[in-house]
């Protein structure tokens, strides 16, 4: 395996926005940060390099409840420990204090995880007044309702292409990458959405299999790409030959799609054409709601991701939430991308009735859709469809949802 850690490669450094957001908040002694994200080792990179920045510099101290701190391995175990360590350090100490993995004393909110949340609360209040930050990094954002008014949330994104570029021109000597420019893009293209670790495995499998790095390796980056989202149990990737031939009838629907082929392309952005937000698909089963989906996807040549509404609702408090932000945060890395929500009026077709009978949790995930659909800048395309348009809730109907509305018989 032949790696190059270069440093310049251009004058691009990754994560420069998030080292100043990080900076600035710290600078104003915002006491407490919950960081969000599954790839450990690139936040504390950025967390080192904010410390090492600051004037004058902080230390930066990080802890787990397996190891203890990092410096001295106290505290296994112990988070009331270690948030003693913190209360007791100097004033004066500039220091940034990560604590791993919290998610699991904040789940569950018995008696036990009590004397916690009221010692983060204390915490936060006395480091107001000092040069010391509490980082909490975790995979996934789980949050006591009693630090809402403490806590600043902060999640750290999937690379996106000029990123991945620079990962691959980091990480593979130009020797090894045996890849024209063209293919090089698609290559980047197909690892959008993909973790920065996942990326330097794929490609670290290539060097060890052929000692290069080629336009074949695209395919082997897609595989890797299906079982990701596959792991996330929320979306599914496809990959459909299905044209807009497939199709018969729906002429509409056909113009509709082949008036706005190419929307999606650089020279479109030039010209400054809008993206288009997605369309609605309503019609009974056996109507060509899904083929209609996948021609969509085929006919732009964009990649498709299928959500099942359904799979956006778990049973611990606050999973749901989580879940549709994770759904929102892929789909947006893999942009631009078609988005096939389907059968959407099982999901929240019951929120007319109000007979929903979950505590407001559809209620909550059906408004962080509506209100994503309505604002998302990124370039992705939604095509969901219903079988009965009825029950659906008004708000999803209101202009600004959909471009258009097509019924299907």
């Not at 004033?91 to 604590?99: D, K």
């Not at 336009?215 to 595989?223: R, Y």
């Amino acid at each position: 395996m032949t790696y190059s850690q270069r440093s310049d490669s251009d004058s691009y450094s990754p994560h420069q926005d998030l080292v100043e957001q990080l900076d600035l908040l710290i600078r104003a002694r915002y006491p407490l940060l919950y960081i969000v994200s599954a790839e450990e080792e690139p936040v504390e990179t950025v967390l080192r390099q904010v410390a090492a920045q600051a004037q004058p510099s902080r230390k930066l101290l990080l802890w787990d409840v397996v190891r203890g701190w990092d410096d001295s391995g106290s505290d296994k175990g112990s988070l009331m420990g270690a948030m003693n360590r913190i209360g007791k350090a100097n004033a004066e100490e500039a220091a940034i204090f990560v604590l791993r993995d919290l998610h699991p004393f904040f789940k569950n909110t018995s008696d036990k995880s009590a004397p916690a949340v009221r010692e983060l609360k204390n915490l936060a209040r006395e480091l107001k007044h000092s040069r010391k930050t509490i980082v909490l990094l975790s995979y996934t954002l789980s949050l006591p309702p009693e630090l809402g008014e403490e806590i600043t949330v902060i999640n750290f994104p999937l690379p996106n292409a000029q990123e991945i570029d620079y990962l691959i021109s980091q990480l593979v000597v130009p020797e090894k990458l045996k890849i024209s420019g063209l293919a090089k893009e698609q290559l980047v293209k197909a690892c959008l959405g993909l973790s920065r670790t996942k990326i330097q495995r794929v490609l670290a499998k290539a060097l060890a299999a052929k000692q290069q790095v080629n336009e074949t390796d695209i395919i082997h980056v897609l595989e890797e790409k299906k079982q990701a989202i596959r792991q996330t149990e929320i979306l599914e990737f496809f990959t459909t030959q299905d044209s807009l031939k497939s199709v018969g009838g729906l002429e509409n629907l056909k113009l509709w799609v082949r008036m706005r082929q190419g929307v999606f392309t650089e020279e479109a952005r030039r010209f400054g054409i809008p993206n288009p937000k997605g369309v609605l698909l309503v019609g009974i089963q056996g109507t060509g709601k899904s083929l209609s989906a996948k021609t969509i996807a085929h006919e732009w040549r964009l990649p498709l991701l299928r959500l099942d509404s359904g799979r956006l609702f778990g049973g611990i408090v606050g999973e749901s939430e989580n879940r549709t932000r994770q759904m929102i945060q892929l789909a947006e890395a893999i942009a631009p991308c078609v988005l096939w929500i389907d059968e959407i009026d099982k999901a929240f077709g019951n929120l007319n009735s109000g007979a929903d009978g979950d505590s407001g949790t559809s209620r909550r995930v059906f408004g962080s859709l509506i209100t994503w659909m309505q604002e998302k800048t990124a370039p992705v395309f939604i095509v969901a469809t219903a079988n009965n348009v009825q029950i659906l809730p008004a708000e999803l109907l209101r202009k600004g949802r959909f471009d258009e509305i097509f019924f299907l018989n």
